[in-house]
């Protein structure tokens, strides 16, 4: 146990989720980090307000929410990584500046600690409620990419990954906690600086004066210069062309907004990650994310005991949804039972890919507490 000569910590430590992710921010390279205090995420920003000044970086409590979403965008393009945190009324507050880093394409990272809703609701207690806001949560048509972790580890683990995804596809990425993950405490190992995968920025190559800002290159995205470096540029959340200038056009916005899907679109199986477990003779398969994916382990477990052949199905990246497995998974499988800590958001996604080849049914919970292991069993038996 210990820190890198960069303050890095390294070793293994008993960490709760919350601080995993600000772990995790500062071992993928995060140096600025805007947010305001709101349960259940508060321990992010104040471990974040402790350490990114050790490491070089910088933490400004701003006064809001609003002010928090729209300040990482200015560190992003100062050349900075960046991430703001929050929970669901934030969240709420920030979904315009979601969509405006969307058509910017600014990468930067929002954690959404999950809390019972709608409005105030429970800030103490999880919920899985934010889902769907997460991907159409501002108006207008974009791509963002969400991740769900289910421990501590992952809350390390995947807070590297959602800034690799941010500087690959140049895209906000949301990292969708619980407060059950968030406050849970368990042993996390932090690797060495030179066995993480860091992904840098991908910077302009060629003369400054010729430098497009907005031209696509690999996977459709471009390369992102710095401000302050010499190249020019203009950066409005209007319809834009490859220089950046306002064009109010349909042929623009049309070229545009086509491109800003398909580099997420075109990539989905790159990006997809899931995580199966007893899937290979499964009839039935359990669909869940983030907390209530360790619940329905017990599920499972309970399920097999009984001669069930039941699977579990976890989409660790949520959007975008991994449609090409479960499409496979449909074509064999007798019925999927989606578990949800809402009232159902992600079982209309696997109900709309499943398309009516078998049952799909939900086991919603409203938040507050976690399903009961042997009440989703009830469900699977009934599917049956």
């Not at 807070?159 to 690959?168: C, D, G, M, P």
């Not at 545009?256 to 003779?281: G, P, S, T």
Request: with cysteine; aromatic share 6%.
């Amino acid at each position: 146990m210990g820190a890198d000569p960069q303050g890095v910590l390294t070793g293994v430590h008993f960490l709760d989720g919350d601080h995993a992710c600000c772990e995790g921010a500062i071992a993928a390279g995060c140096r600025a980090a805007f947010g305001y205090p709101i349960t259940p995420s508060t321990e992010i920003v104040e471990r974040i307000a402790l350490r990114l000044p050790l490491v070089g970086g910088v933490f400004v409590q701003m006064e809001d929410e609003i002010a928090s979403s729209i300040a990482i965008q200015g560190a992003a393009w100062g050349g900075k990584k960046v991430i703001t945190v929050t929970s669901g009324p934030g969240m709420s507050l920030m979904m315009e500046h979601v969509g405006l880093a969307a058509m910017t394409e600014t990468p930067c990272v929002f954690v959404n600690v999950q809390r019972g809703g709608p409005s105030t609701g429970l800030p103490t207690l999880p919920a899985q409620g934010d889902m769907m806001q997460a991907r159409w949560g501002s108006h207008g048509d974009y791509e963002i990419i969400a991740i769900s972790p289910n421990s501590p580890q992952e809350c390390f683990d995947l807070t590297v990954h959602a800034f690799n995804l941010s500087e690959r596809y140049r895209v906000p990425v949301l990292i969708m906690m619980d407060e059950s993950v968030g406050h849970m405490t368990e042993r996390v190992t932090i690797p060495h600086a030179e066995q993480i995968e860091v992904e840098s920025r991908r910077l302009p190559e060629g003369p400054k004066e010729e430098y497009l800002p907005f031209a696509p290159g690999e996977n459709l995205v471009p390369p992102m210069a710095p401000v302050g470096e010499g190249y020019r540029f203009h950066v409005t959340g209007l319809t834009h062309n490859e220089k950046g200038y306002p064009v109010m056009s349909p042929d623009v916005q049309d070229h545009l907004v086509r491109r800003l899907l398909d580099k997420i679109r075109l990539n989905a199986e790159d990006i997809a990650m899931v995580e199966e477990d007893q899937i290979q003779d499964a009839d039935v398969v359990l669909v869940a994310y983030g907390i209530t994916s360790r619940v329905v382990l017990r599920t499972l477990h309970l399920a097999r005991e009984k001669g069930l052949k039941v699977g579990v199905f976890r989409p660790v990246v949520v959007w975008p949804f991994p449609e090409k497995r479960l499409r496979e998974l449909a074509e064999r499988v007798k019925a999927f039972v989606v578990v949800e800590l809402n009232y159902g958001q992600v079982v209309l996604e696997v109900e709309r890919i499943v398309g009516g080849r078998v049952p799909t049914v939900l086991v919603p919970h409203g938040g507050g507490a976690l399903h009961n292991p042997e009440d989703i069993l009830r469900v699977v038996e009934e599917a049956w």
